[in-house]
């Protein structure tokens, strides 16, 4: 971690010691978390949203690029880790996660991404095993402005357009979202996004026991989002 970052790494540290038995001790017995081979992070739900929304900041007030000790940081984390959230974000590239949440290390988020922030079946397994394997007390389902995935969805509502390969399927899963805000003022593609984000997050625990049973033992938090391409701001929903 670089000289900037280390005061928010250290106290990131302290609050991981702070929170308590959480998942590592929540799902110490289950044969699944062992696969994970070490402890998990002991960050609530909570905290761990506490700390996406001070990373945000930081990157919205103070941006900054500075040399991570990243070599230091794999070796930390080369035979185990120990990720304090999950993110499900658009494919977009502008869009890093890591970046947009204040210049996250090595280990720290485990990431899924895909064009419209959809929970397809190898997403919905990544997010399981992200918190029932490898400890994630978090997830955050992160849309964003402009979205061309569901820009190409509400251009089939309103043109009913038509788009080549497995772009038409892919984008399939955004439709009802688009027809559930099409009446709404204001930008349409930026209220689709925000409402297929929301959907996004109720079908995680709709489609998965997994993170239903995460989610009401109140291991788990879900949360959707959306992320301004021009100001930075991430907007909780």
Not at 128 to 157: F, K, R, W
Request: charged share 15%; aromatic share 4%; glycine share 10%.
């Amino acid at each position: 971690m670089c000289g900037c970052h280390q005061r928010e790494a250290i106290a990131r540290r302290d609050v991981f010691r702070l929170g308590g038995a959480g998942l590592a001790a929540a799902l110490g017995a289950s044969p699944m978390a062992r696969a994970a081979e070490g402890a998990a992070s002991a960050l609530t739900p909570d905290q761990a949203l506490e700390a996406l929304k001070a990373g945000n900041a930081r990157f919205v007030s103070a941006p900054e690029l500075c040399s991570a000790e990243l070599a230091h940081q794999r070796e930390r984390v080369k035979a185990h880790q120990a990720p304090w959230s999950t993110v499900i974000s658009c494919a977009d590239s502008r869009l890093p996660p890591e970046l947009v949440f204040g210049g996250l290390g090595l280990g720290e988020v485990f990431v899924a991404r895909n064009a419209g922030n959809l929970a397809d079946t190898a997403t919905l397994g990544t997010a399981e095993y992200g918190s029932a394997v490898a400890g994630s007390p978090l997830i955050v389902v992160l849309a964003h402005t402009g979205c061309g995935a569901v820009t190409a969805a509400c251009n089939v509502v309103t043109k009913n357009a038509t788009y080549p390969g497995s772009i038409g399927p892919m984008i399939d899963p955004i439709l009802p979202a688009a027809l559930a805000v099409r009446d709404q003022p204001g930008d349409f593609v930026n209220n689709a996004s925000a409402e297929s984000a929301r959907r996004t997050a109720r079908r995680l625990t709709s489609a998965s026991t997994v993170l239903a049973g995460l989610a009401d033992a109140g291991k788990l938090k879900i949360v959707p989002a959306i992320y301004d391409l021009s100001t930075g701001v991430v907007t909780w929903l």
